[in-house]
């Protein structure tokens, strides 16, 4: 009986042993791997000021609003910040994804996600870039109306701005 209880005893520690282990490489996969999801960059086949115009046309020729383009460069130097090269945000709306998803009050959270973000950075190099949320992956973790929603956004979004990626 008590060889027994050992063996049951050595089969509890080697699982605690593999489930903390498992735990913990699963956090570190997703402390280093997250942020590589979390955000998409692509190399813009054009000039700074022509993609962020592409892009402003190319949503709004799809029917989604601009309501604004931060020019961040400009702002942190009218702060008295440092030139940081060119760097814009546009702000980017499609009323009708937007509408399904606040039309109930409880999606309303997402209103910190909304309208969505495109930015565009020119490197030190020369090299401008589009960067934007993984909204597809994003939409995962709510699921419901707020991730059929957000993956056609995402599916949207892809489609506008593939054609000025590199």
Known sequence: MKKENKSQSHHLAA?????VIGI???AFLVTFSMPKMMIKVHKSSLSFEETVSSIEQGFKAAGWKVPKIYNLQKSLTDAGQGDVGQVNVLSVCAP???YEILKADNRKKVTAMMPCRIGVFEDNKGNVYISEMNVGLMSKMFGGVIEKTMGKVASEEKEILEKIYE
Not at 15 to 19: E, P, Q, Y
């Open 15 to 19: 699982f605690i042993g593999g489930l």
């Open 24 to 26: 913990a490489i699963t």
């Open 96 to 98: 009708e994804h937007a």
